[in-house]
T-cell receptor, first 114, second 114 residues
Framework: AQSVAQPEDQVNVAEGNPLTVKCTYSVSGNPYLFWYVQYPNRGLQFLLKYITGDNLVKGSYGFEAEFNKSQTSFHLKKPSALVSDSALYFCAVSDSYNFNKFYFGSGTKLNVKP | GEEVAQTPKHLVRGEGQKAKLYCAPIKGHSYVFWYQQVLKNEFKFLISFQNENVFDETGMPKERFSAKCLPNSPCSLEIQATKLEDSAVYFC????????????FGSGTRLTVV
């Protein structure tokens, strides 16, 4: 069965430092992996996706994520965090057998302190 | 705008009553999707549209659920004769490209059937 795990409920980083938000997954077919960000009282905003191709995916607002098939991971990264990056981040997965169905992780709250 | 707008945010209906939910996709996005959040992290696919045409309706319980996306109008999801188990958060998403590409989600409509 498909599942997504975000092991950290919260990540705290100082502004200017690199950040990592972790995600691991389990799917039946080839994975399609996504990161979404949710600001308070707003919908889920698409950041980036991995469908196929290069393992390092670059997305919006300077974020990137690396697909690691052997570790079944898709960690979100940013070289230099901004206070405005503080939000709730969700990893999501679908797969090649049923790409309409999304499974979301439980979310990780990112706090970037000045 | 850059947001998927869903209305209303909250909807309460008595069992057996009709419920109608609305979604305005991002301008320029030709794909619209409806999801039902059945568990905290699982979004159950209901139906998708490409412009005003149904793209995929394999997730729709057709007996009571219907959806439309008409030109120059918000898309709508209607539930006739609501049941207690229809209580959920319903998310709309839009995309410029078809699946399995990244979607932008709205903030959802919480339907409570009492």
């Amino acid at each position: 069965a498909q599942s997504v795990a975000q092991p950290e409920d919260q990540v705290n980083v100082a502004e200017g430092n690199p950040l990592t938000v972790k995600c691991t997954y389990s799917v039946s077919g080839n994975p399609y992996l996504f990161w979404y960000v949710q600001y308070p009282n707003r919908g889920l905003q698409f950041l980036l996706k991995y469908i196929t191709g290069d393992n390092l995916v670059k997305g919006s607002y300077g974020f990137e994520a690396e697909f690691n098939k052997s570790q079944t991971s898709f960690h979100l990264k940013k070289p230099s965090a901004l206070v405005s990056d503080s939000a709730l981040y969700f990893c999501a997965v679908s797969d090649s057998y049923n790409f309409n169905k999304f499974y979301f992780g439980s979310g990780t709250k990112l706090n970037v302190k000045p | 705008g850059e947001e998927v707008a869903q209305t209303p945010k909250h909807l309460v209906r008595g069992e057996g009553q009709k419920a109608k939910l609305y979604c305005a996709p991002i301008k320029g996005h030709s794909y619209v999707f409806w999801y039902q959040q059945v568990l905290k992290n699982e979004f159950k696919f209901l139906i998708s549209f490409q412009n005003e045409n149904v793209f995929d309706e394999t997730g729709m319980p057709k007996e009571r659920f219907s959806a439309k996306c008409l030109p120059n109008s918000p898309c709508s999801l209607e539930i006739q004769a609501t049941k207690l188990e229809d209580s959920a958060v319903y998310f709309c998403a839009s995309s410029q490209e078809g699946p399995p590409y990244g979607y932008t989600f709205g903030s959802g409509t919480r339907l409570t059937v009492v």
